[in-house]
Each structure stands twice: as C-alpha cells, then as structure tokens.
C-alpha cells in the first residue's frame, strides 16, 4: 500500500473532515476526539457523499425504556438515509457482515520522521514541530 | 459476503447512468420565505397566516407529530450553499441534482405549509391558489424541466372545482394533485366531481403521500414512532386504492388516469390477489363492478417507485416489479428527502434497457403526455 501525505493535522478541524483525491478514489478523513479516520467517501447503499454524514454517538438498548449512549461521535450516519458504520473500520452497525465502507489505515506522524529516509536529495529548512496525516491507499 | 464498495465510479457507469434521460416524478420545492407567496396572496390571508398560522386537522398544533429522521426530512447534503432550505434553491437543485442526472422532467410536488390539511377551507383554497401560481413563477417558467400540479384540497370540492378550471385554463399543469388523508376514503361518490373533471381535462390525478387528514395514520391508531409511522405510508395508498377501486372510480370514469406518489409499490400484489379473492366471493356486494379489481389496478393506476423496497434477495425485487407490471412504475426520487433513491443504484436488480427505459422514462412520458 502507498502512504500519501495528504494534510497537517490543523488543517482537519476536530469534529471535521476533509476529502482527498487519492490513486482515483475520494477518500474522506474525520478527526474525530483526537483521532484520525479514513473512509471511502461514499456509502455502500446507493453512493451518498459521507463527507457530510453526521458523526454521532451508538445509543443501545437491553429493552425497550432503557437507553445507553456510547462512543460519542465514532459513529457516522449517513447524510441520506441514516445508514450507521463505526467509523473505526467502516462496517455497518445493522448488519456488520454484509455492509461495510472500506476504509483506511492513517497515520499521524511528525514532520521529523517524515523527513528521514534515503531519498533526501536537498535539504531544504523544515518545520519538524508539525504533525502530518497519512493515509495508506 | 460482504459488499464492500471500495471502487471509485468510473467515467462508464456515469455515462451510462446519464445516457437515458429520467423523468423523475416526485421532486420536492420549497418556499424559501413565507413573503414569497404575499405577490399570490391576497391580503386577507397573508394577515390570516401572520395572526393565525395554520390549524390542521392533527392533534399537534405548531409541530409535526413526529421527528422525521432528519432536519426538513432533508439530505444532509441538500441544504443550499447560499442558505435557505433544502429544495429552495433552483440553481443549487439543478446542480445537485437535475443536470448531473440528466433529468429531461421532474414533476414538482409541493408539501409546504401543510397544504392539504388546513382546517380552515378557505384559507386552504387560498393557499392552494397561491402556491400553484407560484410552482409556475418561482419554477416551471424558470426551468422548462420542472412541471407544476394544480393542487386542490378535495374536501371544499366547490373551492377545488374552482381552482381546477382557473389553472386547466393555462394549460401549463400536468397534473391534479389530492390529498390521500382527506375526511373520507378517497373513493366516496363526495370527491367524484374532481374525479369527473380530471377525466373530462385528460389531467391524470395525483396523489402524494403525507399529511394528516385528522385520522390516526394507521389503522391501529397513533403509532409511537417515525419508523412506525413511516410505515403507514404504503397503508394509506393501499386502503385508497382499495376504496378507489371497490368503489367503482375507475368504472365510472373509465379514462381516469390516477398515480400514487411515493407510496411504494411492494405491497401491491398481495392488495391485488386479496381484493380479486373478495371479489370472487362477494361480488354480489359490489355489483357495479364489471371486471376484477386487479384489472382497473392494472389499467387506470400507476406508482412511484420511491422509496424502493429492498428485499435481501434481488431477484425478490424483480419478481415484485413483475407482479406490479413493468408499465406500471414511474421512477421518482423524492429529491431532496432524507430517503431519496439514486437513479444508478436504487433498483438492485438487474433490468433490461427496455425496462429501464419504461420505467424511468417512457410509462411516466405516456402518462403525462410529455
């Protein structure tokens, strides 16, 4: 898999998300309470843009009259008929096994480590305190 | 199995998706501010509106009775860049979603300010008048795609007979649009006279799900939920089909031409065999009927396809559109409705070129006369 810088962490928004064109595919990442999430911008039912799904809370029930919410913000339910996937690995909350958004491994690094490696041709000066979004396509 | 999408869409699938022109039948406007009906509205009643609102026949005043999944029961993504509601701007629908489905017509079905269900008749006529004005000048004259219906409320026919002839006489309608929550079911000999004259106009009647007549909208009361009460939207066209039919509407008018908007149309089979069971049994109870109640369906209805039914196999959905009858169906979004179906992927079965071209086109061209 590559690995495509595609933004600074300050340049998604926490509770935000931005889409990137990647190997022809939009992908949509969310910063979401600190974390960044990767996922095909579209939803497997009948292709809405996810990019304006609502992050919201999984709310279960043991019985009917008693509610518990959880993960706030982790699920995304999709702009147009609700459809809900964990937003961590894209399966759907209904029916986990047959509907999933695929989804991406992303990788917050320091501009430092960015800069290591072989292919360092010039040096050119850096600001090594920011953190960079990488995502794996 | 799982259904992992994780292609990008091809330049092929837009192209074939756009190749054939749709007609989408449920397309919904919105008014962007009450001022914009004051040129339609005559002082009386946008006084009337100002100091009174609406009183419908619900018993929830100022509130719709349920929470409709979603903001205005809109997309997310429908909400206009320059502000306003979803469905109030024309450029922003042309650009999301006219001229990237390449939507030859889309026929305009108006919900504002609960048109159908003013408990005050006149006020409703007034408001029923004004908005058909403005479907024409806010829309159909600044988008020749977009056709307008005249809408009436059934249960003041005189007023509703009235508005009938001072829009037929523009000819710029396509349709008739009634409420399916009127005070009665719709088959009662009381809302023949709109009937007739639809007839004698050529004008194919519409009928648009929603609204509260005044009745719970099930027949086992008040239901507790959206999800509950969303249901019984395909119960209300089923009960006035049913009533249209048994009460011999289509025998009486034989060129009525009636469409039922986004009521589904998976339950229809079953409401055929069971009414041609009955008839078999108790047609000495409806003598005036002449033929099979699944004949006049088969001949005098159509129905929207929104919003699909998505049955867990396939070849169920298509063995449906088979029993409904593939001339039957009208293809219709319900733009910009939180459960909108994508022309590309709503239907997940295969269909032939000539079906899909029946039902996203020529059955809705036929009907319409467009």
């Known amino acids: ?137 | 199995m799982s259904d992992v999408i994780d292609r990008p869409m091809l330049d092929q699938e837009k192209t074939a998706a756009t190749r054939l022109k749709i007609i989408d039948c449920d397309i919904h406007p919105s008014i962007h501010a009450h001022s914009d009906l004051n040129e339609f509205l005559p002082k009386r009643w946008q006084q009337h509106l100002k100091e009174y609102g609406s009183h419908l026949r619900t018993p929830y005043i100022g509130t719709t009775p349920y929470p409709r999944s979603s903001p205005l029961i809109a997309r997310r993504d429908a909400w206009p860049p320059t502000g306003g509601v979803p469905g109030s701007d024309l450029d922003f629908m042309r650009k999301q979603h006219l001229d990237p489905f390449d939507v030859e017509f889309g026929i305009l079905q108006v919900l504002d300010l609960f048109i159908f269900s003013q408990q005050n008749l006149e006020f409703g006529a007034a408001i029923q008048r004004a908005i058909n004005d403005w479907q024409l000048a806010f829309w159909a004259h600044r988008d020749p795609r977009l056709k307008a219906s005249i809408l009436v409320g059934q249960d003041g026919s005189d007023l509703g007979l009235a508005e009938i002839e001072r829009c037929a006489k523009t000819g710029e309608y396509i349709q008739i649009n009634v409420s399916p929550r009127a005070n009665e079911p719709l088959g009662r000999r009381r809302y023949w006279p709109i009937y007739e004259r639809a007839q004698e106009l050529d004008l194919p009647l519409g009928i648009h799900v929603g609204g509260y007549g005044g009745h719970a909208p099930t027949g086992g009361g008040w239901p507790s939920y959206y999800c509950e009460e969303h249901q019984s939207n395909a119960h209300t066209v089923a009960s006035n089909l049913t009533s249209l039919v048994l009460e011999g509407v289509p025998e009486r008018f034989p060129k009525l031409k009636i469409v039922f908007i986004e009521g589904g149309f998976g339950w229809i089979p079953a409401t055929m065999w069971r009414m041609d069971q009955h008839f078999e049994r108790f047609r000495s109870e409806v003598p005036h009927l002449k033929r099979r109640p699944s004949e006049y369906v088969k001949q005098h209805f159509w129905f929207t396809t929104q919003p699909i039914d998505e049955p867990d196999e396939a070849r169920h959905l298509r063995q449906l559109i088979e029993w409904v009858g593939i001339d039957r169906l009208l293809f219709s979004s319900d733009y910009p409705h939180w459960d909108y179906d994508d022309a590309r992927y709503a239907f997940k079965t295969p269909l032939t070129e000539a079906e899909r071209r029946k039902i996203f086109n020529s059955n809705a061209r036929a009907v319409y006369k467009f």
């Not at chain 1, 911008?41 to 009948?46: F, K, L």
């Not at chain 1, 702009?79 to 491994?105: A, L, T, V």
Request: some cysteine.
């Open chain 1, 1 to 137: 898999m590559a690995r495509h810088i595609v933004a600074r962490t300050s340049e998604i928004p926490a509770g935000g998300n931005k889409v990137f064109g990647l190997e022809g595919r939009d992908i949509v990442v969310f910063h979401v309470n600190g974390e960044f999430f990767a996922l095909l911008n579209r939803c497997p039912h009948e292709g809405a843009p996810l990019e304006k799904a609502a992050c919201v809370a999984r709310l279960t029930s043991p019985e009917p009259g008693i509610y518990h919410r959880d993960r706030v913000g982790e699920m995304l339910r999709c702009p147009w008929h609700g459809w809900e996937f964990d937003i961590r690995n894209g399966q759907s909350w209904f029916d986990p096994n047959r509907f999933r958004i695929r989804s991406y491994p992303v990788a917050v690094e320091s501009g430092a480590e960015l800069q290591k490696g072989p292919y360092v041709a010039e040096t050119f000066p850096v600001h090594i305190e920011d953190n960079y979004v990488i995502v794996e396509v």
